[in-house]
């Protein structure tokens, strides 16, 4: 009888306690996502060297530069090496649809966003829009060509 | 007694660190090779299915003026070809084999070149779409050989495409693409229908090299797929890649400078894809000094249907080894130091088709009857290695298979003491030596 006594007491003291505000102190929840995450098939050979033709020459590539593609693609061991040089090859074009050094320089987000939306099918996050914009502001001889050469045979670009 | 023990232990540790073999990042231990028979091995494959009848057996007259001797074949339909490159038969510098076996499975092509190329024979399961089902021997070389070397030493020349790019490497497991040769079809790889789409690549400045490396790799690390190593191919160092490419591009230069003319000496209108095979062989030797090259020939398969055109390759075939043969010996760092062993896939049948030539000579198929199982091979090596001018096997006693050739290969170059015991059911010619 006498503990129980001591019991209430304890409870109506604690509930006599004057109420405290809690703050709690740290920045907004926020879902991070990995770049592309939602890519996860290969392209296939064909795929590849078409979509690659396609985005660079703004067309459907012609049966006859797809047959000599793959022709060379299958006759070389090393895929990533053929690969690259069939890149390399189409960027040497006259004809491939790159924007210049300096329409790239008036306006860096935009020929950044347009490039991650034609090769990637995708917005830039903002890490990689302030990557591309801090390495094009700080270095004058990064040109439209290697940003696009390094996107196209990158690995986000064999997948889809 | 505590301290005694530890002191004990420690002496023995210490000990073993300095005794046991270093450890490389790969987990391979590196115990150089030092048994060594050449620093590096050719292997020609004389293939298409060639009939020892008109090989070593001379039944044409001598369709091999390069390999033997013997009065030249006096058959009609064949081309004018130089003379022989190498100023001795090339028989006089190694070993022959004039009765080696293919002893079991189909004697299809591609099923010779599997056995050839893995030591392991092929049954009528064959995958044509696949990798072989057993290690290659460029793989079991990437694999094992000590210290370690890259794929820039092993090349497969191969005269086609179909399902011969596929014999780089196997689906063998702990094996593969990591372990696999450079595979080049060369005349596909290098003609006028591709020079447009990889003749003219564009060059970048090593500092702009650099930097692509630098913002891809910043792209790769912000996306977590990679594509697996089957579907990237055999894989090389950015080092040996930039080297590789620059030599495609110097293969496309001299073909559009017309230095391809004549190939290998022989008039373009009487030249083959074996002949153009070989040119590009030589050019991979002359550039790379690989340690291991295999290269194969196929166009005395025109058999099927035109028995003289078979007949005309094959003279053409015996004048390209010749030349890869010279070429070998005037390539510093490869001259008296390599073992180039000559070998066809399969034979072909003793009774010809029912297809005629305009001779009226029969075609011959090679559909496994005893006859397309005779084969030969001539082994060449630098003197004091192997064996001259020396004869091993009769008809009545036949000597060496197809799938002793791989484990002659491991054991010239000295990986074999470092390959898992029991992998290949062949052996090695120790005769050569």
Known sequence: MRNLRYLFLIIFLGACKPTENIYMYEVNEVEVTQAGIDKSNPKSDLEFISLAYSDLFGKTIPDNTLQSMALAYNALGDKALIADLIIRNMLNSPDADVPTAQEMRADVDGFITAAFKKLYVREPGEYELWYFRSLIESDSEITPEIIYYALLTSDEYRFY | MKRRNFIKKTGVATAAAFAAPYILPSGRLFARTLSRKANHVVFCLFAGGVRNMESVHQNEGNLMPSFFAGANSTNPGLDPLPASPWPVKLRTEGTLFPEMRYKEGPTGHFNGHTVAITGVYTNTGLNLRANPEYPTVFEYYLKHNSPAVTAKNAWWVSNALGPYPALNYSNFPGYGPMYGANHIAPTSLVSLATYPTIGQPKQFQFHEEEKVMEIREFLNKNFNQKLDNASAGNYNTPDDAAEIRAFIKTMFDKGVSGQFLNPLGVPTATANNDIFTILFAEEVIKNFQPELLVVNMTDVDACHQNYTQYCNNLRKAD??????????????????DTVLIIVPEHGRNLEGNTVTDIYGRFGIDHTGD???????????????????????????????????IVPTIAHILGFDAHMPAGMLPGRVLTEIF
């Open chain 2, 370 to 404: 005893n006859t397309s199982r005779e084969i030969f091979s001539l082994i060449l090596g630098p003197t004091g290695v192997i064996n001259k001018n020396q004869t091993v096997g009769t008809a009545a006693n036949p000597v060496g298979e197809s799938i002793d």
């Open chain 2, 319 to 336: 004048y390209a080894v010749a030349h890869l043969w010279k070429t070998i010996q005037e390539t510093p760092g490869m001259a008296d």
